[in-house]
Protein backbone atom coordinates (compact mmCIF):
# COMPACT_ATOMS: atom_id res chain seq x y z
CA UNK A 1 0.00 0.00 0.00
CA UNK A 2 1.13 3.22 -1.60
CA UNK A 3 2.03 6.31 1.59
CA UNK A 4 0.03 9.47 1.70
CA UNK A 5 2.84 10.67 -0.64
CA UNK A 6 4.90 7.96 -2.26
CA UNK A 7 8.24 9.83 -2.89
CA UNK A 8 10.03 6.23 -4.55
CA UNK A 9 11.74 7.74 -7.84
CA UNK A 10 13.03 5.58 -10.71
CA UNK A 11 16.69 5.04 -10.45
CA UNK A 12 18.67 6.93 -11.45
CA UNK A 13 16.84 10.11 -9.78
CA UNK A 14 14.30 11.66 -12.52
CA UNK A 15 16.17 14.79 -14.57
CA UNK A 16 15.33 18.18 -14.06
CA UNK A 17 12.61 19.11 -16.73
CA UNK A 18 13.89 20.87 -19.77
CA UNK A 19 11.45 24.11 -19.57
CA UNK A 20 13.24 24.26 -16.15
CA UNK A 21 17.12 23.58 -17.65
CA UNK A 22 16.32 25.98 -20.51
CA UNK A 23 15.77 28.51 -18.03
CA UNK A 24 18.75 27.95 -16.18
CA UNK A 25 20.92 27.64 -18.97
CA UNK A 26 19.58 31.28 -20.32
CA UNK A 27 20.17 32.70 -16.92
CA UNK A 28 23.69 31.38 -17.31
CA UNK A 29 23.89 28.55 -14.53
CA UNK A 30 25.03 25.99 -14.06
CA UNK A 31 26.09 23.31 -11.18
CA UNK A 32 22.67 21.66 -11.76
CA UNK A 33 21.32 19.37 -8.37
CA UNK A 34 18.76 17.81 -6.41
CA UNK A 35 18.80 19.14 -3.40
CA UNK A 36 15.57 16.86 -1.71
CA UNK A 37 12.38 15.76 -2.91
CA UNK A 38 9.95 16.07 -0.29
CA UNK A 39 6.02 15.51 0.27
CA UNK A 40 4.37 18.95 1.40
CA UNK A 41 3.27 18.38 4.75
CA UNK A 42 0.50 20.68 5.96
CA UNK A 43 3.06 22.91 7.75
CA UNK A 44 5.17 23.45 4.65
CA UNK A 45 1.58 25.28 3.00
CA UNK A 46 0.12 26.66 5.97
CA UNK A 47 -0.01 30.06 5.72
CA UNK A 48 0.96 30.57 9.41
CA UNK A 49 4.19 29.07 9.21
CA UNK A 50 5.29 30.05 6.17
CA UNK A 51 7.97 28.10 5.26
CA UNK A 52 9.23 25.37 3.60
CA UNK A 53 11.16 23.02 5.86
CA UNK A 54 13.90 20.90 4.23
CA UNK A 55 15.58 18.69 6.73
CA UNK A 56 19.06 17.80 6.99
CA UNK A 57 19.04 14.37 6.94
CA UNK A 58 16.92 14.43 3.58
CA UNK A 59 19.13 16.15 1.72
CA UNK A 60 20.17 14.48 -1.30
CA UNK A 61 23.73 16.09 -1.85
CA UNK A 62 25.53 18.63 -0.25
CA UNK A 63 24.81 21.88 -2.21
CA UNK A 64 26.25 24.94 0.02
CA UNK A 65 29.48 26.15 -0.35
CA UNK A 66 31.62 25.68 2.66
CA UNK A 67 31.71 29.62 3.38
CA UNK A 68 27.94 28.93 2.79
CA UNK A 69 27.67 26.71 5.48
CA UNK A 70 29.58 28.65 7.76
CA UNK A 71 27.30 31.89 7.11
CA UNK A 72 24.03 29.92 7.85
CA UNK A 73 25.70 28.02 10.90
CA UNK A 74 26.88 31.10 12.31
CA UNK A 75 23.73 32.71 13.20
CA UNK A 76 22.09 29.74 15.13
CA UNK A 77 21.61 31.53 18.79
CA UNK A 78 18.25 31.67 20.77
CA UNK A 79 16.60 34.33 18.76
CA UNK A 80 18.82 35.38 15.42
CA UNK A 81 19.80 33.25 12.51
CA UNK A 82 21.63 34.04 9.75
CA UNK A 83 20.31 34.13 6.22
CA UNK A 84 20.79 34.17 2.33
CA UNK A 85 18.83 36.00 -0.45
CA UNK A 86 18.91 33.25 -3.12
CA UNK A 87 16.80 33.65 -6.14
CA UNK A 88 13.74 31.11 -6.94
CA UNK A 89 12.56 29.40 -9.81
CA UNK A 90 9.33 28.85 -9.01
CA UNK A 91 7.01 25.57 -10.33
CA UNK A 92 5.23 28.35 -12.86
CA UNK A 93 8.88 29.48 -13.63
CA UNK A 94 8.58 33.06 -12.40
CA UNK A 95 11.59 34.39 -10.47
CA UNK A 96 11.59 36.01 -7.16
CA UNK A 97 14.35 35.80 -4.19
CA UNK A 98 13.55 34.21 -0.97
CA UNK A 99 15.53 33.72 2.07
CA UNK A 100 17.47 30.22 3.26
CA UNK A 101 18.40 29.99 6.84
CA UNK A 102 19.16 27.15 9.04
CA UNK A 103 16.71 26.35 12.00
CA UNK A 104 17.24 24.22 14.89
CA UNK A 105 14.12 22.91 16.44
CA UNK A 106 14.28 21.27 19.93
CA UNK A 107 12.16 18.76 20.68
CA UNK A 108 10.48 17.87 24.05
CA UNK A 109 13.24 14.89 24.75
CA UNK A 110 15.40 17.99 24.77
CA UNK A 111 17.47 16.85 21.34
CA UNK A 112 17.55 19.12 18.25
CA UNK A 113 17.15 19.26 14.68
CA UNK A 114 18.37 20.83 12.16
CA UNK A 115 16.60 21.90 8.90
CA UNK A 116 16.88 24.81 6.46
CA UNK A 117 14.02 26.46 5.68
CA UNK A 118 12.95 28.81 2.60
CA UNK A 119 11.11 31.72 3.99
CA UNK A 120 10.09 35.33 3.74
CA UNK A 121 8.11 34.74 0.48
CA UNK A 122 6.79 31.62 0.94
CA UNK A 123 3.60 31.89 1.29
CA UNK A 124 3.22 33.94 -1.82
CA UNK A 125 5.35 30.70 -3.84
CA UNK A 126 2.95 28.42 -2.43
CA UNK A 127 -0.09 30.23 -3.34
CA UNK A 128 1.24 31.63 -6.54
CA UNK A 129 1.84 27.80 -7.83
CA UNK A 130 -1.37 26.33 -6.20
CA UNK A 131 1.02 24.35 -3.37
CA UNK A 132 -1.06 21.69 -1.57
CA UNK A 133 -0.20 19.26 1.64
CA UNK A 134 0.63 15.70 0.07
CA UNK A 135 2.31 16.70 -3.27
CA UNK A 136 5.08 16.19 -4.04
CA UNK A 137 7.73 18.51 -5.11
CA UNK A 138 11.77 18.84 -5.83
CA UNK A 139 13.91 21.51 -5.00
CA UNK A 140 16.80 21.58 -7.14
CA UNK A 141 20.48 24.17 -7.26
CA UNK A 142 21.85 25.88 -9.46
CA UNK A 143 24.95 28.77 -9.65
CA UNK A 144 25.15 31.57 -11.66
CA UNK A 145 28.41 33.23 -11.45
CA UNK A 146 29.08 31.37 -7.94
CA UNK A 147 25.79 32.68 -6.60
CA UNK A 148 23.40 29.99 -5.10
CA UNK A 149 20.16 29.37 -6.51
CA UNK A 150 17.00 27.42 -6.46
CA UNK A 151 14.54 25.82 -8.80
CA UNK A 152 11.38 24.62 -7.56
CA UNK A 153 9.40 21.87 -9.11
CA UNK A 154 6.18 20.23 -8.24
CA UNK A 155 5.49 16.36 -9.59
CA UNK A 156 2.67 14.18 -9.39
CA UNK A 157 2.90 10.42 -10.06
CA UNK A 158 1.42 8.60 -12.66
CA UNK A 159 0.07 5.28 -12.64
CA UNK A 160 3.41 3.39 -13.45
CA UNK A 161 5.63 4.88 -10.32
CA UNK A 162 7.22 7.69 -12.54
CA UNK A 163 6.91 10.99 -11.84
CA UNK A 164 6.14 13.74 -14.15
CA UNK A 165 6.23 17.44 -14.08
CA UNK A 166 2.69 18.89 -12.82
Known amino acids: MATR????????????PIKFRKRIRALGGSDIALIIKKCLFKTDVSSGHNRLSIPLNQIQQTFL?????????????????????????????????????KWEMKKASGSATSMYVLVGK????????????????????????SKLCLALVKRRAKSNGYFIEF
Open 122 to 145: WNSVAWRNALREDETVQLWSFRIN
Open 5 to 16: CDQQYPTPPPDL
Open 65 to 101: TPQETEFLNSGNNEKKCSEMEVMLIEPSLRRDTISLK
